[in-house]
């Protein structure tokens, strides 16, 4: 696509409950990238997927976050058991080559609540 | 661990004055880039710079990367009103960018 979508926009969920928050990078972009950002703060690194492998998973805060991106291109961000401090806003970005060279393109993210 | 610090938070200017906002790393950086977030909005790609001492400009923004490679800063010359945003640096670290917290750019009324 042209730019970088995610869906929803919004979910709020209830403490306890799964979510899947969904990424649909640039076509042809190999890097994909996942970062939140809670208020007044910078984007926080998640994960980082090369293709298909997750090439740096060292940000996902717990093992309650997991993704995927089984075909190297849609990437499914999933939370279990969410807790109010997952709160924030979840942004995929996405690259046309491997590693932080090149700037980063991202969605208008998914904003999560918690209650 | 590595950290960018951004100073500062906010700057408060009048349309038309100039403005400026500085990154830190506590180690060598391989490159640098430059993001702005409208409220509401993304991060937008604006600029990466890669050489000891290197200086870019787009129109009225002048970016700087020292000499040692551990500083940034972006400068803004005559502010306009569609420059309000907060702008955020991010370092390279391996695979990562790591984020400093932001500057703030309001314009006052």
């Known amino acids: 696509g042209a730019g970088v979508s995610q869906t929803p926009s919004n979910k709020v969920t209830e403490k306890g409950k799964y979510v899947e928050l969904r990424c649909d990078p640039i076509?042809?972009?190999?890097?994909l990238y996942w970062y939140r950002q809670s208020l007044g703060q910078g984007p926080e690194f998640l994960i980082y997927?090369?293709?298909?492998?997750?090439?740096?998973d060292s940000g996902l805060p717990n093992d309650r976050f997991f993704a995927v991106r089984p075909e190297g291109s849609v990437s499914t961000l999933k939370i279990q058991r969410t807790e109010r401090g997952d709160s924030a806003v979840y942004l995929c970005?996405?690259?046309?080559?491997?590693?932080?060279?090149?700037?980063?393109?991202f969605g208008s993210g998914t904003r999560l609540t918690v209650v | 661990g590595q950290q960018v610090m951004q100073i500062p938070q906010y700057q408060h200017v009048q349309e038309g004055e100039d403005f400026t906002t500085y990154c830190n790393s506590s180690?060598?950086?391989?490159?640098i880039q430059w993001y702005k977030q409208r409220p509401g909005g993304h991060p937008v790609f604006l600029i990466q710079?890669?050489?000891s001492g290197e200086v870019k400009k787009q129109k009225r923004l002048t970016f700087q990367f020292g000499e040692a490679k551990k500083n940034s800063s972006l400068h803004i010359t005559a502010t306009q009103t569609t420059d309000v945003g907060t702008y955020f640096c991010?370092?390279?670290?391996?695979?990562?960018?790591?984020w400093g917290a932001g500057t703030k750019l309001i314009i006052k009324p």
């Open positions: 970005a996405s690259s046309s080559q491997a590693g932080p060279n090149y700037g980063y393109t």
């Open positions: 710079l890669v050489k």
């Open positions: 991010a370092g390279r670290r391996n695979y990562q960018l790591i």
């Open positions: 180690t060598t950086l391989s490159n």
């Open positions: 997927f090369q293709g298909t492998g997750a090439a740096d």
């Open positions: 076509s042809g972009h190999t890097a």
